[in-house]
């Protein structure tokens, strides 16, 4: 099953509040996570990745990640240390702020102040 996740933690470290749109689980709906004031930025993954899907992850209504395809843990990040793959950086290339592999904090979590309100709209 793929899902488009919008996580989130509110208030946690340093009174922030921890925000990304996650592709880890693979793919069905566009989605806009985004902050209504208080914080200068939101994320947004509006591609058609369904209709871009790569063939080998393609499923009804999405695009399935590739550790539930594949079950290696090149793609699944069993091991504790895992590196960008194809399959993720197709994911990347599409959503550039997405979180779309179990260790790419670096480029997918971002932070607000904590308090803030924020809108998750579904095809944006």
Sequence with gaps: ???TLAV????KY???DFIDISLVDGFNVPMDFSPTGGCPRGIRCSADITGQCMSQLKTTGG???PCTVFKIDKNCCNSG???PTEYSKFFKGLCLGAYTYPKDDQTSTFTCPAGTNYMVTFYP
């Design 63 to 65: 695009c399935n990640n």
């Design 14 to 16: 340093n009174n922030l």
């Design 1 to 3: 099953m793929c899902n």
């Design 8 to 11: 989130f933690e509110l208030n």
């Design 81 to 83: 240390s895992c590196r």
